[in-house]
């Protein structure tokens, strides 16, 4: 069983539509949780960050973590042709190694 | 402005051929990092450092060696490319403490034949 799960996609929705990415992870070490954006020959770029089991809203992006199941989701609200790229999972252990999910490519048409 | 460089940002070589890909940063961070995409396998962690002097392996350490004897820099040293090292690779940086704001590097692609 690989430590994180994450479909690759692609995920198309229509522009205004909510999206919904998630992540599995088997992991119980993992302590820090995030959520990147890599645009398409570009570096990622952190867009949630969260430590505790809940949701956590910054405008159109929620993280939301559930450590009993171990699961992982971010939720897009009135999304964009301008969010379509990879979204990237990533956990962080107490000891400052980082692993990645897979990423999924999201396409947001107009 | 804040920011990870990297250097080069293309390369090809050839397998044996030793070769260095720099990476600098200007945010006085403590951690530094280094990762490889390839497709359908996300990034992988190959080194990390906490500070000046401090690192420890990633996920994918072997082939690769690194060094932090700045602050500011993090080079990547492949001392003998072979051609399953040809990837996409990022640095990264953030302030210990401080993982929320995070930056990496622009990328450098290599390629190895």
């Known amino acids: 069983q690989k430590e994180v799960e994450q479909d690759p996609g692609p995920l198309s929705v229509p522009e205004g539509a909510i999206v919904s990415l998630n992540c599995t992870y088997s992991?119980?070490?993992?302590?820090?949780f995030m959520w990147y954006r890599q645009y398409s020959r570009k570096g990622p770029e952190l867009l949630m960050y969260t430590y505790s089991s809940g949701n956590k809203e910054d405008g159109r992006f929620t993280a939301q973590v559930d450590k009993s199941s171990k699961y992982i989701s971010l939720f897009i609200r009135d999304s964009q042709p301008s969010d379509s790229a990879t979204y990237l999972c990533a956990f962080l252990t107490g000891g400052f190694k980082t692993i990645f999910g897979a990423g999924t490519r999201l396409f947001v048409k107009a | 402005e804040a920011q990870v460089t990297q250097n080069p940002r293309y390369l090809i070589t050839v397998t044996g051929k030793k070769l260095t890909v720099t990476c600098s940063q200007n945010?006085?961070?403590?951690?530094m990092s280094w990762y490889r995409q390839d497709p359908g396998l996300g990034l992988r962690q190959i080194y990390y450092s906490m500070n000046v002097e401090v690192t420890d392996k990633g996920d994918v350490p072997e082939g690769y060696k690194v060094s932090r004897k700045e602050k500011r820099n993090f080079p990547l040293i492949l001392e003998s490319p072979s051609p399953n090292q040809t990837s996409l690779y990022f640095c990264a940086s953030y302030k210990v403490g401080g993982q929320e704001t995070q930056y990496f590097g622009p990328g450098t692609r290599l390629l190895v034949l």
């Open positions: 945010m006085n961070h403590e951690y």
């Open positions: 992991n119980s070490a993992f302590q820090y």
